[in-house]
């Protein structure tokens, strides 16, 4: 399969990979999977006393969209607020990354990583 | 022989995720037989056209029935539960950590003070709990427990996917 120019990029040069310590209360980690495929994926957030989201870094195992896709979350999310960062729509992912049909999976498994980490720094913070 | 049947059915076998594989093997060479083209190269055209297709069907009811991860997928889509495809339905996050763990702990192998070891106690480990879902998708079938057998074939899918992802990692590393 073809893969676009911006799918390439983000898969030969991938933004923000690495680990936070999911343990820090400014911390949100978003754990997500895809069954079919087996692709795992781990999103985190840092977020500000003000509720911006200051830092995000990611990992996944898995194809090079799925890889693009959280890659490019984690560009896109910095400098948000949480409510900003949750209303991402995969079909923006997938627009900016050309993702054919068959790999818009890929953008809906990490949309729904980032929300999965604001839920998961939310759910902290009611503690 | 009858193609509208299931796989199970088709070769004579109960329809359960425990299937003797003696049995199978026996069952397959004995319709194989039956199918093979030679047995059919005096018939008409229509007839050798069907024992091609009763061919292919025993051939894909043999690769299904012999694979646990496939046979358990299969299982669940005779009763109407689509495991193939995509799905938004998210696993306990506590199953996925340990899962990018033990994938990190693979690409990190090949820096190992012995890599081939580290390889085999992966491939231990992942076999080990890929044991475990198998039987624990077993208990739940017999108990028509539809909802935890749908969760477990979908972890055996993230077992499965790791397996090879270790197998493909160890002929990089020590085949060449």
């Known amino acids: ?127 | 022989m009858d193609i509208t049947r299931n796989y199970f059915e088709f070769l004579g076998l109960p329809v359960d995720f425990e299937v003797d594989q003696t049995r199978l093997g026996e069952r397959y060479r004995e319709l194989q037989k039956q199918v093979h083209p030679d047995r059919h190269s005096h018939q008409s055209d229509r007839e050798q056209r069907l024992a091609e297709q009763y061919a292919a069907y025993l051939n894909e009811a043999l690769t299904t029935l012999k694979s646990p991860l496939k046979r358990a997928q299969y299982l669940l889509s005779l009763n109407g539960i689509d495991t193939l495809s995509d799905s938004r339905a998210q696993l306990d996050p506590m199953f996925l950590m340990e899962q990018m763990e033990l994938r990190e702990r693979a690409a990190e192998a090949a820096n190992h003070a012995d890599p081939e070891a580290e390889m085999d106690a992966l491939q231990a480990h992942v076999g080990h709990e890929l044991n475990r879902l198998q039987e624990a998708f077993s208990a739940a079938w017999q108990a028509s427990r539809m909802d935890d057998a749908e969760v477990l074939v979908r972890k055996m899918q993230f077992a499965c996917k790791l397996q090879q992802d270790i197998e493909a990692l160890e002929d990089r590393l020590f085949d060449d």
């Open chain 1, 1 to 127: 399969m073809a893969y676009s120019e911006q799918v390439i990029d983000h898969y030969e040069n991938p933004r923000n990979v690495g680990k936070m310590d999911a343990d820090d209360a400014n911390v949100g980690t978003g754990m997500v999977g895809a069954p079919a495929c087996g692709d795992v994926m781990r999103l985190q957030i840092k977020v500000s006393d003000e509720g911006v989201i200051e830092d995000a870094r990611f990992k996944t195992y898995g194809c090079g969209s799925a890889i693009a896709s959280s890659s490019l979350v984690t560009e896109w999310v910095k400098g948000m607020t949480l409510d900003q960062a949750s209303e991402l729509k995969n079909s923006q992912i997938a627009e900016e990354l050309a993702l054919p049909p068959v790999k818009i999976h890929c953008s809906v498994l990490a949309e729904d990583a980032i929300k999965a980490a604001v839920d998961d720094y939310r759910k902290k913070q009611q503690k």
